[in-house]
């Protein structure tokens, strides 16, 4: 990986704690990519979150559709996040998945699966009216060039494939419009 490998792992992170706490209060994360400029003096430049979606093929759409806007940046390289379960049961409905946090820290040429397994254990509804969410961590395991999940393969295809073809101005405006979200970063 040409990044700095301590870095991409803060960058995982600070993103699955985040993940964690939506959990907590029973939300499972919406996938996301986030975006790594090499040349900047800090590559973490920002997110984008899915649009809302359908169960489906809408919903493969939608996370796939994230590769456009890393395509778009020209970004160097991606973190990509997921809950196995929410991904699977958003492609093929409800059953029994297994939840696991996941990642794939990916380059234009390879990338490197890592998946959190946990158990859930419910509590009471939280502060947003759901059952709150303590997850039991299994081991986790780290998988490099490992099979992807059908959004996820076309997400890394559309960004490694559209690079420097999608007008940037343009296509955040689009996704934008359709309802992905951008969340910047600003150093000082």
Do not use: K
Not at 153 to 178: K, V, Y
């Amino acid at each position: 990986m040409p990044m700095d490998r301590g870095y991409i792992e803060n960058i995982e992170d600070r993103i699955v704690e985040r993940a964690i706490d939506g959990l907590l209060d029973g939300m499972a994360p919406r996938p996301q990519v986030h975006f790594i400029l090499e040349d900047q003096s800090e590559p973490h430049v920002g997110y984008a979150l899915t649009r809302p979606y359908y169960r489906g093929t809408d919903a493969h759409t939608a996370i796939a559709g994230l590769g456009r806007a890393a395509a778009a940046l020209c970004v160097t390289q991606i973190v990509v996040l997921w809950e196995e379960c929410d991904l699977r049961a958003s492609l093929v409905g409800p059953g029994d998945h297994p939840d696991s946090l996941v990642t794939v820290e990916a380059t234009f040429d390879v990338h490197l699966l890592t998946s959190r397994p946990y158990r859930s254990v419910f509590g009471p509804p939280g502060r947003l009216g759901v059952p709150t969410v303590s997850p039991q961590w299994g081991r986790a395991s780290q998988h490099p060039d490992a099979r992807l999940p059908g959004p996820i393969a076309d997400l890394l295809t559309t960004w490694r494939t559209q690079l420097t073809l999608l007008d940037p101005g343009e296509e955040l405006r689009s996704m934008q419009a359709s309802g992905y979200e951008f969340r910047w970063f600003v150093y000082e």
